[in-house]
C-alpha cells in the first residue's frame, strides 16, 4: 500500500510539473501576447517632405533612422484629403461605404454601422486613445469615445485655427491647450503610454500639422526662414517658397515629436513589442518639392496620394524596401493579423493583410488594383501602371511623374483598367448617398456632453461666418434682434440639459440678452461680463492664411434648457442687442442633467 500511494502521489507531481513545464512553454507573457500599436499620421506632408525620401532642405533625423530600421513602402497609397483617408484606416473599408463625402458639414462623418480598428482592438483587451485630429464626426455616438477610443484628447474638426495653447476638448470637456500643439498632443501620448502598462494599447496620434494655417514656433521657424529654396523643380513656379519653409520646418517639429516617442518607449523596454506606424493622410498642401510627382492634395494623381509608410517592430520586422502597392484599406487587416487577432465583422473589408509583405522575405504576391477617388474623379492604379481621371494610361515604370500618357496603349490594357474603374464607381461609389441630410445629434445615452460648434450652425440675417471654410469657423456681425443661428438637431433622449455658449463681445453689449429655442421650450441668458480679444497666435503665421482666425472664447453659461425628443432645430435668438452687436458665438456645448 505504501509503494501503490508513493507512486500515486509521485504520478501526480509528476502530472503537474509537467503541466506547469507545458504551460511555461506554450504561454506567451502578457505583455508579449499581443503588441502594442502606435499609428502616427502626419496631415497634408508630402511624400517629399522627408529627407529618407530625397528632400535635402528639411532635417528629419528621427523619421529618416526609424525608416532605415522599417520596412518602407514605395508605393502606399492614401485618398486625396483628410477625411476620406482616415475613414479607410478606421474600417480597412473604401470610404464611400462608410457615408463619407466631404471634409465638413456632416459629409466627414462615419457611418455608426461601421465597425473601427478600436472597437476590435478594445473588445481585445487593448486600452485605446486618439489624440489629435479626429475628423470623423463631432457628436456622439460619432465623436471618438463612441466608436473604441477610451481616450480622446484634440479637436473633431477639419483643421484648427490656432495652434499656440488653443481650445481643445478631453472626451468631450473643453479644455484649454498647453504649449504648442503637436508637442501637448505628444506629451498626452507618452502619459497614455506611461499608464498602460498592464494592457497592451493603441495610440493613433493624429498630428494637424503640417496643414495650414502655417503656425511655426519661433524655435523652429528660425531654422528655415533664411534658406535659399531651389525652385527649379516640378511646378516650382507655382510654389511659395515661405509656406514651403513653414511646411519644412514643421514636418522637423514632427520629426523631433517622434524621437521623443521612441525614446519614452525605448525607456520603459517597450520597443520590442510595439509595432510603430509613420504616414501621412494626403499629398502636400501646396506646390513644392515631391520627387517628381503630379499634383499635390486633392489630386488623385499620384503627388496628391502617396504617402510615406514605415512600419517598425523591433527584431520582428526587418528593414526593408516594399515596392508592391498598397494602400489605408490594409491598415486594419494588417494589424489584426500582426496582434493575432480574428474576429467576425458585420460587413466585409476591402484590405487585405500585408503581414506575408512585413514578415516574409520575397513572398509570392498578386498584383491588384489600388483606388484613388475624391470629388467625382478616380483614377485606378496596379504594380505598372494608372488610369487617371481622364482616362489616360501611364507607365508609373517608367514614368513615375506622369508626364507622358502612353501613345496608342493595347485596347486589352486598357479595357482591363476601365472594367476596374467601372466597377469600383458602379460597386462603391452607388452606396454613397451625396444628398443626406445632415442632421446633428443630441443627448446620445453613452455621452454626457454635445458640442454644436459655429461650423455646424447656420446663420441667418446679417450674421456671417468668419471664413468661406466651416472648420475651426465662428458667427460674427449679430446686429439685429431678427438674426438667428440654428442647428438641425435630432434629440436623442427627452431631458434636461446644461447650455455653455463661447463667446466674444465688446463693453457696449453688456447687458444685452439672447435665449436658447426648442419647439415651446426656451432658455434665456444675459451678457453680463465683456471679453474681447485679439485673434490668437497671430505672430506665429509664416505665411498668410486663408482659414478663420481664432481668439480666446469665453464661456457664458445659460442654465438648464428642457429638450423634448425628436428632430427639433435648436435655435438662438436675440432679444435685446445694446450697442452695436450681441456677441460673435463660436461653440454650444450641452450637458445631460437628467
Not at 419 to 443: H, Q, S, T
Request: some cysteine; charged content about 25%; proline content about 6%.
Amino acid at each position: 500500500m505504501k509503494k501503490k500511494g508513493t507512486s500515486i502521489y509521485s504520478n501526480l507531481i509528476f502530472s503537474i510539473t509537467t503541466l506547469l513545464i507545458f504551460q511555461s512553454c506554450t504561454e506567451t507573457p502578457k505583455a508579449l501576447t499581443k503588441p502594442n500599436i502606435i499609428l502616427i499620421v502626419a496631415d497634408d506632408q508630402g511624400w517629399g517632405d522627408l529627407g529618407i525620401n530625397g528632400n535635402d532642405y528639411v532635417n528629419t533625423p528621427t523619421i529618416d533612422e526609424l525608416a532605415q530600421k522599417s520596412a518602407q513602402f514605395t508605393r502606399f497609397y492614401v485618398s486625396p484629403v483628410c477625411s476620406p483617408t482616415r475613414a479607410e484606416i478606421l474600417t480597412g473599408r473604401f470610404h464611400p461605404r462608410g457615408g463619407v463625402y466631404d471634409t465638413s458639414a456632416g459629409g466627414e462623418r462615419l457611418d455608426l454601422d461601421e465597425t473601427t480598428l478600436a472597437d476590435i482592438l478594445q473588445s481585445n483587451g487593448y486600452r485605446t486613445a486618439v489624440f489629435g485630429k479626429w475628423h470623423s464626426g463631432s457628436q456622439p455616438p460619432y465623436h471618438p469615445n463612441n466608436r473604441g477610443f477610451d481616450e480622446f484628447y484634440g479637436f473633431a474638426s477639419g483643421h484648427w485655427g490656432n495652434y499656440m495653447s488653443p481650445m481643445l476638448e478631453r472626451n468631450g470637456e473643453v479644455v484649454k491647450g498647453q504649449g504648442f500643439i503637436i508637442d501637448d498632443f505628444t506629451n498626452h501620448a507618452l502619459e497614455f503610454v506611461e499608464t498602460s502598462s498592464e494592457n497592451p494599447f493603441f495610440v493613433l496620434l493624429a498630428y494637424n500639422t503640417p496643414h495650414s494655417p502655417m503656425q511655426v514656433p519661433d524655435i523652429w521657424w528660425d531654422k528655415y526662414k533664411d534658406i535659399e529654396i531651389d525652385t527649379t523643380h516640378r511646378n516650382g513656379e507655382k510654389e511659395h517658397t515661405e509656406k514651403t519653409k513653414a511646411a519644412l520646418a514643421l514636418s522637423e517639429n514632427i520629426d523631433w515629436n517622434v524621437g521623443k516617442i521612441v525614446d519614452k518607449l525605448d525607456s520603459l523596454s517597450l520597443l520590442e513589442n510595439t509595432i510603430i506606424i509613420y504616414m501621412s493622410d494626403n499629398g502636400p498642401n501646396g506646390w513644392r518639392w515631391n520627387d517628381g510627382l503630379k499634383g499635390i492634395k486633392g489630386s488623385t494623381d499620384e503627388g496628391g496620394v502617396r504617402s510615406p509608410f514605415i512600419v517598425y517592430w523591433k527584431d520582428k520586422i526587418a528593414p526593408k524596401i516594399i515596392d508592391q502597392v498598397a494602400s489605408t484599406i490594409d491598415i486594419l487587416p494588417s494589424l489584426l493579423d500582426l496582434a493575432g487577432i480574428s474576429t467576425s465583422l458585420r460587413k466585409p473589408l476591402d484590405g487585405i493583410s500585408l503581414k506575408r509583405l512585413l514578415l516574409e522575405e520575397n513572398p509570392s504576391w498578386r498584383d491588384r488594383f489600388v483606388y484613388s477617388h475624391w470629388n467625382g474623379n478616380v483614377s485606378v492604379r496596379n504594380q505598372q501602371y494608372i488610369l487617371d481621371q481622364n482616362n489616360q494610361l501611364f507607365d508609373l515604370s517608367k514614368d513615375p511623374g506622369q508626364h507622358e500618357p502612353i501613345n496608342e496603349p493595347a485596347d486589352s490594357l486598357v479595357s482591363e483598367f476601365l472594367k476596374a474603374k467601372e466597377k469600383y464607381i458602379d460597386g462603391v461609389l452607388n452606396e454613397l448617398d451625396r444628398n443626406r441630410e445632415e442632421i446633428f445629434p443630441v443627448g446620445y445615452e453613452g455621452s454626457k456632453i454635445t458640442q454644436l460648434p459655429a461650423r455646424d450652425g447656420i446663420p441667418h440675417g446679417n450674421i456671417k461666418r468668419s471664413n468661406r471654410f466651416p472648420n475651426s469657423s465662428f458667427f460674427t456681425n449679430w446686429i439685429a434682434t431678427s438674426d438667428s443661428i440654428t442647428f438641425d438637431t435630432n434629440i436623442l433622449a427627452e431631458g434636461d440639459f446644461k447650455a455653455t455658449i463661447y463667446y466674444t463681445c465688446k463693453p457696449s453689449s453688456v447687458g444685452s440678452t439672447f435665449y436658447l429655442k426648442q419647439g415651446s421650450n426656451t432658455l434665456s441668458a444675459t451678457v453680463q461680463e465683456a471679453h474681447d480679444p485679439p485673434f490668437e497666435g497671430v505672430e506665429f503665421d509664416r505665411f498668410p492664411r486663408q482659414e478663420s482666425y481664432e481668439k480666446d472664447f469665453k464661456p457664458l453659461e445659460m442654465g438648464i434648457i428642457h429638450l423634448d425628443k425628436g428632430h427639433y432645430p435648436l435655435s438662438l435668438h436675440a432679444s435685446k442687442i445694446i450697442g452695436s452687436e450681441l456677441l460673435d458665438f463660436r461653440l454650444l456645448v450641452l450637458e445631460r442633467i437628467k
